[in-house]
């Protein structure tokens, strides 16, 4: 048994035994919007919040963590599919489709822009596509900024709002449900709702990561020469991991329109995509469990700064030296810095697995 | 004898350098080819070409009669050919049996909504790849590291996951690029019992190597390049008695 | 004919400025392979660490000409982003040199929205007026041109510095070391180079370049703030790929002419597009480009192949 004993060693704080650890997951996940409804409604607006990055953290992990393409216009994906649902599900243009065409319809468009982003640019470097998807990122947020006239398409910079809701099984998850005499607020329906997209979008990923896809991916990352000279078609498999993350990020901006009931170009600024980034990065590249604890934190960050940095900075220097917006900034660069320089592996190091290993032959 | 592959007159060029002149050569199928001139002579450029890392300057490469794709390494591949690289290019991060299972992708065909919907073909498959992948790292001697990640295995070790990927690919034809480079004389001595091995169970091999004795016990003919042009051709004893090759290796213009 | 020459001007203005930009991208890439992205920040340090000098100075020792205001602006921003070149190459970037590539970049976004953070911190959100100690006004018009000092300033400076960098690079010592470097680190270490003090260098001279371009360009436009080096570093990327990565006249070439195309660009682009797009689309320009130049001619004007030859 000493040869196999090179697999990177579990921090000591993370040994809890797996049999417990999923049960435990699920409780921890259930539970958390009825615990965090006991601190006030705001916080369960947070989680919801934490699951939409977390939704858009795994398609930026699958394109980022797996294949080691580094997209920074990654929010104009989530962007795509938030217009589309505000186009087709709002009084913008008296158009009212139910949340099975919308979705799909976002995550197609996200999925095609990503094919027609990717196409040309794949066979660049790897720091070229990262200024290429900036600065398409930029372009995006400029059209919807701008496509208010000769023709009102976007409605520029003010925005769409008023849009529908997401409407599941005829349950509308933007008013309080009745059960059995309990109210159960939307927020706690949203949660619930974007909890089940996050689970089946982690068991599609894990199993894309198990996969010759995903082998095919961590091998272009590893090694892109090696990778061709074993006969991996890399432009395709890197247009395949572009598509697909740009899938989920299309998904995501879907939801999150419908949450919001509103979109304006302000929310798909490139800080978006930074903070994106700054998720798996801080969680740990390519690792999911890395990923999503990414980015529940750095959800979570502003609302603790608001909540504990500005009381401490009254408390300390009698003033507020610096706000929590200026401090989550602070806080997200350097944290991309040192990660890099420190723990390039993130805060979770988990070594990624790509095969199944249950059954070793005698 | 059946020839598998053949180049003909190949040419590559690197800006005014003359890397390849007219190379024309033909391995046979079953047979250790071996490939050997003094540094610069073109060796690794000649595997560059074949193997479509570099695009063609000029002539063509015939495979079992069809002419390769040139320039296009996947598709090589997809043709019978892997190769292994002079400075070793794993997968660094990956555990050996990652590897090899990466080594299976051309051979395997499943696809975005198979495995998204985990297909029964889909299953079947990676069942089948996980066990085909053990089975070459148990035939190339690292079975019990199948679980090691690559960067922490030994030297030697490395450069048998290496075969061991490039197997995966099911290859008519392996080209090894200096496999013994760097090896003691234990570790040649498996190495050659591999490549004897590997030969026996049908695959053709193409070898540049340094090492004279291992080249001149192993293979079945040489060809010696020198400056980019072919200087001799035939069995090991053959060649070591041309004068050509005496002067390439003994000339005084290198050191060698 | 008149507006021709008109946008033909200040193309070239907005070109120098992204020119002297870019040198510093291109030759950061020639040697290290590495794009910058924190370089656009050293462009808003320079001009708001000029602008601290000369309000400083103004209140301090009033009625200095406006020329020595601007000067001492100058030697006091160049010098202290020269160091903040070195030390973020020291800092950031040197730890990584044998990295897996996604990680100096990485860190480089994170070097860029850390100088912008703290600049925000330092001098506020807002906009600040950058002084006009250069008349900004127009002089009488030449054929119809209106040409102002600052314009000519600008080109002047901008064509002079870049004809010292030429210089430096083909004619110095330090600037055979830099060349051999970007053949070849570890070459050229054996050649007795020393190729960390090569680096440093690249980083000091590309950002006191940068610097040089932040008082220009605040100067031309009137305006300083935090966020002011982003655009213009995106830009002054772009036209470091125009002209081909790593290639110093090529890093001219594209400034100057994605200056004009811009200029160009804006003037027209209504007219182009019947009216569907107006002038607040000038941003896109740029990016357009770099999306063309990268399809059609990765190797830029001037430069060689970029695509993964692998």
């Not at chain 1, 066979?123 to 596509?129: E, H, K, Q, S, T």
């Not at chain 2, 016990?217 to 050509?244: H, M, N, S, Y």
């Not at chain 3, 020792?61 to 070149?85: Q, W, Y």
């Not at chain 3, 100690?133 to 080109?155: H, K, W, Y």
């Amino acid at each position: 048994m000493t040869s196999t004993s090179t697999t990177l060693p579990r921090p000591a704080g993370f040994s809890l035994d797996l049999r417990l650890q999923q049960p435990l997951l699920i409780v921890l996940a259930a539970a958390a919007p009825l615990v965090a409804l006991a601190f006030g409604a705001s916080w369960v607006r947070v989680l919801d919040f934490a699951l939409l990055y977390v939704l858009l953290a795994i398609g930026l992990n699958l394109v980022v963590g797996f294949a080691g393409l580094l997209d920074l216009g990654y929010i104009a994906f989530y962007a795509v599919g938030a217009y589309t649902w505000a186009f087709l599900a709002s009084p913008h243009f008296g158009i009212h489709l139910p949340f099975w065409i919308v979705l799909p319809l976002g995550a197609a468009f996200a999925a095609l822009a990503g094919i027609m982003l990717g196409f040309p640019t794949l066979r660049l470097r790897g720091d070229y596509l990262a200024i290429v998807t900036l600065g398409f990122g930029e372009i995006i947020r400029i059209f919807m900024n701008n496509l208010n006239q000769p023709i009102n398409i976007t409605n520029g910079p003010q925005g769409i709002d008023m849009i529908d809701p997401l409407t599941i099984a005829g349950i509308d998850l933007s008013r309080n449900l009745d059960l059995f005499g309990m109210q159960v607020p939307s927020l706690v329906l949203y949660y619930y709702a974007f909890l089940g997209a996050v689970v089946l979008a982690l068991v599609l990923v894990r199993r894309l990561q198990i996969s010759r896809i995903g082998r095919a991916w961590a091998a272009i990352r590893e090694d892109e020469l090696a990778a061709k000279a074993i006969g991996i078609d890399t432009r395709m498999m890197k247009l395949l991991a572009f598509a697909l993350g740009a899938t989920f990020g299309g998904v995501s901006g879907g939801l999150f329109a419908a949450f919001q009931g509103f979109v304006s170009p302000e929310s798909f600024s490139l800080m978006e995509s930074i903070v994106v980034l700054t998720m798996i990065v801080l969680g740990g590249m390519g690792n999911l469990a890395g990923v999503v604890f990414g980015a529940i934190v750095l959800t979570a960050l502003p609302e603790l700064l608001r909540h504990f940095a500005v009381p401490l900075q009254v408390a300390l220097f009698g003033k507020t030296l610096l706000d929590p917006e200026v401090l989550r900034m602070l806080l997200l660069s350097l944290a991309m810095i040192l990660m890099m320089l420190w723990r390039p592996a993130g805060l979770l190091p988990a070594r990624t697995r790509y095969a199944h290993r249950e059954g070793r032959k005698a | 004898m059946i020839t598998l592959l053949e180049s003909r007159t190949v040419n590559k060029r690197f800006g005014g350098l003359q890397a390849l002149t007219d190379v024309s050569l033909k391995i046979h199928r079953g047979e250790v080819y071996g490939l050997i001139g003094p540094n610069g002579a073109g060796k690794t450029t000649f595997f560059n070409v074949l193997t479509g890392a570099y695009p063609i300057d000029g002539g063509e490469f015939v495979m079992n009669g069809a002419e390769l794709p040139a320039g296009k390494p996947h598709r090589i591949v997809a043709h019978g050919i892997a190769r292994t690289f002079q400075n070793i290019r794993l997968f660094r991060d990956l555990t050996a049996l990652e590897n090899v299972m990466a080594g299976h992708h051309i051979r395997t065909s499943a696809g975005v909504w198979g495995i998204l919907a985990q297909s029964r073909a889909a299953r079947e498959e990676e069942r089948l790849v996980t066990e085909r992948a053990l089975e070459i790292l148990d035939y190339v001697g690292i079975g019990r590291h199948a679980d090691t990640v690559a960067r922490n295995l030994s030297y030697g070790d490395q450069r048998r996951l290496e075969i061991a990927r490039a197997l995966a690919t099911e290859p008519q034809l392996l080209a090894l690029d200096e496999p013994a480079a760097g090896m003691n004389a234990t570790e040649t001595a498996g190495l050659r019992a591999l490549i004897e091995t590997i030969r026996a169970d049908g695959v053709t091999v193409l070898l540049i190597e340094h090492d004279v004795k291992l080249i001149m016990g192993l293979c079945d003919r040489v060809a010696v390049l020198d400056f980019g042009k072919k200087i001799a051709e035939g069995t090991p004893a053959e060649v070591q008695r041309d004068p050509g090759v005496i002067r390439a290796y003994l000339g005084d213009h290198r050191a060698h | 004919m008149e507006t021709l020459l008109q946008q033909t001007l200040n193309g070239l203005v907005a070109g120098s400025i992204y020119a002297l930009v870019a040198l510093g991208y291109t030759m950061v890439y020639g040697i290290l392979g590495l794009i910058n992205f924190a370089h656009g920040e050293i462009v808003m340090v320079g001009a708001l660490v000029a602008l601290q000098t000369i309000l400083f100075l103004s209140s301090a020792v009033p009625g200095l000409p406006p020329l020595v205001l601007l000067l001492a602006g100058v030697v006091v921003a160049v010098p202290a982003c020269m160091a903040l070149g070195y030390l973020i190459e020291r800092i950031g970037y040197r730890r990584l040199r044998n990295a897996p590539r996604l990680a100096p970049l990485i860190t480089a976004i994170g070097v860029s929205f850390l100088l912008q953070t703290l600049a925000m911190i330092i001098w506020g959100r807002e906009f600040h007026v950058f002084p006009q100690l250069i008349d900004t006004a127009p002089m009488q018009p030449v054929a119809g041109v209106v040409v102002s000092p600052m314009q000519i300033f600008t080109i002047v400076v901008a064509f002079t510095l870049m004809g010292g960098l030429m210089l430096l690079v083909n004619k110095s010592r330090l600037g055979r070391a830099m060349r051999a470097t970007a053949e070849n680190h570890r070459v050229a270490g054996l050649m007795g180079i020393n190729a960390n003090g090569v680096i440093a260098a690249t980083f000091i001279i590309g950002s006191g370049l940068a610097a040089l371009a932040g008082v220009l360009f605040a100067s031309n436009y009137a305006i300083a703030h935090y966020s002011m080096g982003f655009t213009p570093g995106l830009k002054a990327f772009t036209a470091a790929v125009l002209g081909g990565i790593g290639n110093l006249p090529g890093a001219m070439v594209g400034g100057l002419v994605l200056g004009l195309v811009e200029s160009f660009g804006a003037g027209y682009i209504e007219h182009l597009s019947f009216g569907f797009l107006n002038s607040s689309y000038q941003d896109i320009f740029a990016f357009m480009i770099l999306g063309a130049v990268l399809i059609f001619r990765p190797s830029g004007l001037l430069g060689e192949r970029v695509a993964d030859r692998a």
